[in-house]
């Protein structure tokens, strides 16, 4: 059971709307089921000799505005309170009977007008749809005083909780306070009235998030705005320091012919100035491009910088999982990591990553806060993705958006644990829905280069396979290994090992140290999981048609995440190197 709670001033032009049909014509059978005293007169039902809804509908309002008229000059400008009520799809079909109930407990919670108190504001209930019910109440007492209505919105979700409980209707998540404003009515219809897919709104949170992910500093942020077409209006003290900040979509314009601005503490509550500066004053780490002179493998821009971006995301799964309150901050890092990654990525993910973003954002926000919060590491991850450009969707780069989004999928589902410890259900339900939609985007980015390895798998010499799939089984707890008793579900991870060993590593040892570097009992397949974390390790390429070579041999740790570095400098296009080096051989069979 859902409320949403706005003011306005203008009592018979929200009745109106009411009793009339609606904007597309969704009101139907119009009537009252609960009022102050109920007796109220009912322009939808008016059971009169001669009943006129036009003047029944003025009586009402006369009716309700009584008190306001009789306070003057003391009542409250905007002194209608309007709260709607609706069921979640697929709860049951209530009673008038019940939803008087439902409204006479919310005005009592809310204090508009409690129980027992002869002076409460008077209200009324209009039901013109099956799933829901309008509230609307005029802000003065009988004593001719306001109400004291703090925190209405908060005490009228509270009992809707407990209204769902009694009534047996489908529970739902509680809120904390941390999520961002929905669209209003009027967004929404806007929206669908200009064709717009979303409402300003919700394009503006996005494009805010976009712009601030990795960025180094607050000037690049709004460089970053403008860039995407944003029109920016910056408000400032007396003596010229930025206080704030609006934004406003090119052509979006109220009824006046004026731009509709929205400042960044009404798109999200973490997207004002003040928050904004905390999140910039931590930095990015500097680093440089790595070279090849070293003789690692000279990945293409987007290629490397996901690479690096996986070991960093795997060091925020382990620090999600120790349960500690300082893994807040790393939400928030995963949360710029998601949106640089879903600006980034081919056609054929970009949607799903796109969702994936916008769901975790609601996951970032709580009132947990981290006290040393490091998120240097996690932000140049997103600078440096962002910085490489998108992705190509083939070859090496699809293999390293693959190894990428299957540690995120990971990441999604620790934050989810790391929340419902919490009890923070919003926040749980968010990470889980974006782990669904990385999921989604995984499939769709692994499906080439695991099939590749696959067929390698399977042409395997039978010796070489076998002694691979022994040490699989060696490896892998019982859990694992009974999930992965057939052979040909093995076919990618052996050939992978295959490869590992011809490049110079153990493989024994190799797959131990990928299996110790987080638990395994979240992931969907752990064969996959296990395949990108052992080609990370052992460098070899994210798809198995690129060249490799044959690195030092080493079967010791990589260094952790928080080493990696990456050009504050974005490549151009013609200084970009090849995805893989020409020089490198195939590895020998």
Known sequence: MVPDIGRGSRTHGLLIYLYGPGRREEHSDAHLVGSWDGFAPDPGRDTSPDPDPKVTLARLTAALDLRVKQAGDRAPAKHVWHCSVRTAPGDRRLSDEEWNTVAQRIVHATGIAPDGDPDGCRWIAVRHAEDHIHIVATLVRGDLRNPRLNYDFNKAQAECRRIEEEMGLRRLNAGDGTAAKNPTSAEKFKAERTGRPETSRETLREAVRQALAGADDEKEFFTRLHEAGLRVKMRHAP???????????????????????????????????????????????????????????????????????????????????????????????????????????????????????????????????????????????????????????????????????????????????????????????????????????????AATPMRALRDQGRALPEVERRTHEATIRAALPNEERRATSSSTKTDALAATLAQAEQAGHD?????????????????????????????????????????????????????????????RTAPTAASRPAASDPRSRPPRR
């Open 507 to 567: 493989p024994k040892v190799l797959l131990q140290q990928a299996i110790d570097m987080r638990e395994l009992d979240t992931a969907e397949n752990t064969n996959d999981v296990l395949v990108w974390r052992l080609r990370r390790l052992a460098q070899l390429p994210a798809h198995p048609g690129e060249a490799t070579r044959r690195p030092q041999a080493s079967t010791s740790r990589p260094k952790t995440a928080t080493n990696h570095t990456i050009n």
């Open 239 to 445: 003596s010229g320091d930025a206080l704030g900040y609006n934004v406003a979509l090119p052509g979006d314009r109220n009824r006046h012919g004026e731009p509709v601005w929205y400042p960044g503490s009404k798109l999200a509550p973490d997207l004002s100035l003040p928050k904004i500066r905390l999140r910039l004053a931590d930095g990015t780490a500097e680093r440089t491009t790595p070279s090849t002179a070293d003789g690692r493998p000279n990945w293409s821009p987007p290629a490397r910088e996901r690479r690096s971006a996986t070991g960093i995301a795997e060091r925020a799964a382990v620090l999600l999982d120790s349960d500690d309150d300082e893994a807040a901050a790393q939400l928030v890092g995963v949360g710029e990591l998601l949106d640089a990654v879903a600006q980034t990525s081919p056609v054929a993910t970009r949607a799903e990553l796109g969702a994936a973003a916008r769901a975790f954002e609601r996951a970032t926000r709580s009132h947990v806060r981290a006290e040393h919060a490091d998120t240097r590491a996690i932000r140049t991850a997103a600078r440096g993705i962002i910085q490489a450009g998108s992705a190509l969707g083939r070859g090496e780069d699809g293999g390293t958006t693959a190894m990428l989004l299957s540690t995120l999928v990971l990441v999604a589902l620790a934050a989810a644990h790391w929340h419902s410890a919490r009890g923070h259900a919003q926040q749980a339900h968010a990470s889980r829905q974006a782990a669904e939609h990385l999921r989604a985007a995984y499939r769709q980015a």
